[in-house]
């Protein structure tokens, strides 16, 4: 892949920006997410659906599953170097928190143009890397311990006390509680600025405007050619 950090893009082209496991991955996380919080209201007794005992097992088997395909996210984010878009940068960071804060609300346009080389913006790449370094991490652990000790196969966690117990699932608590507010908010930005359908069309196709200078958009043509809708 060229270094093209000097150079200034000068083409708006549609390419495929996310690719199929990235997208089968998207849509297995949101499922499962989706019925982890249906399940976890049920286990907090906040509605009465379905039973206790049915709540347990389909979020136990869903945090699971989950925790594979994240396992597996992973792997893939570094092995193909898709990990450097959730890199953060401070460039153009203050346009794009001034346009959520205030400009999105008159109407003004977007200020950040998607790249080649960063598909996410400066605020979304930081919110989505503290998502995977602090969010799901605080999760998983909290959760894996949890389970852990509920089945009695954590034997050396067994002796920290009904007082810990507590700690872990208050901790699972107000992550989960971090990841309902984060989806509430993603949500709603998929409905700001243009039409929803937009938002959701390069997830489900791969395909997205992006702006590549005179070198992407050769290297594209000599080497991945058909991710480029000419």
Same mark, same amino acid.
């Given at each position: 892949?060229?270094?093209?950090?000097?150079?200034? *893009?000068?083409?708006?082209?549609?390419?495929?920006?996310?690719?199929?496991?990235?997208?089968?991955?998207?849509?297995?996380?949101?499922?499962?997410?989706?019925?982890?919080?249906?399940?976890?209201?049920? %286990?907090?007794?906040?509605?009465?659906?379905?039973?206790?005992?049915?709540?347990?097992?389909?979020?136990?088997?869903?945090?699971?599953?989950?925790?594979?395909?994240? !396992?597996?996210? %992973?792997?893939?984010?570094?092995?193909?170097?898709?990990?450097?878009?959730?890199?953060?940068?401070?460039?153009?960071?203050?346009?794009?928190?001034?346009?959520?804060?205030?400009?999105?609300?008159?109407?003004?346009?977007?200020?950040?143009?998607?790249?080649?080389?960063?598909?996410?913006?400066?605020?979304?790449?930081?919110?989505?890397?503290? %998502?995977?370094?602090?969010?799901?991490?605080?999760?998983?652990?909290?959760?894996?311990?949890?389970?852990?000790?509920?089945?009695?196969?954590?034997?050396?966690?067994?002796?920290?006390?009904?007082? $810990?117990?507590? $700690?872990?699932?208050?901790?699972?608590?107000? *992550? *989960?509680?971090?990841?309902?507010?984060?989806?509430?908010?993603?949500?709603?930005?998929?409905?700001?600025?243009?039409?929803?359908?937009?938002? %959701?069309?390069?997830?489900?196709?791969?395909?997205?405007?992006?702006?590549?200078?005179?070198?992407?958009?050769?290297?594209?043509?000599?080497?991945?050619?058909? !991710?480029?809708?000419?």
């Amino acid at each position: 892949m060229p270094d093209t950090n000097t150079h200034t *893009a000068t083409h708006t082209k549609r390419i495929r920006v996310f690719k199929r496991f990235e997208r089968l991955w998207h849509w297995s996380q949101m499922a499962l997410i989706f019925t982890l919080i249906f399940t976890g209201f049920r %286990v907090h007794d906040t509605h009465g659906l379905m039973s206790f005992s049915d709540a347990v097992t389909i979020h136990t088997w869903a945090a699971i599953i989950l925790l594979i395909i994240w !396992a597996f996210a %992973v792997f893939w984010l570094f092995t193909t170097g898709q990990w450097r878009h959730y890199i953060p940068t401070g460039e153009n960071f203050i346009k794009v928190a001034r346009f959520y804060a205030f400009g999105i609300f008159q109407g003004e346009h977007h200020p950040y143009k998607k790249t080649y080389r960063r598909k996410h913006n400066p605020l979304q790449a930081l919110t989505y890397l503290l %998502v995977k370094i602090v969010i799901f991490p605080a999760i998983w652990i909290s959760g894996i311990a949890y389970l852990l000790i509920s089945f009695g196969l954590g034997s050396w966690l067994q002796g920290i006390g009904m007082d $810990c117990m507590e $700690c872990i699932a208050t901790v699972h608590t107000i *992550a *989960a509680i971090a990841i309902v507010i984060f989806v509430i908010a993603h949500v709603y930005l998929l409905t700001t600025g243009h039409s929803f359908r937009e938002h %959701v069309r390069p997830m489900i196709t791969g395909y997205d405007d992006v702006e590549l200078t005179d070198e992407e958009l050769a290297y594209l043509r000599q080497n991945e050619p058909d !991710a480029i809708k000419e």
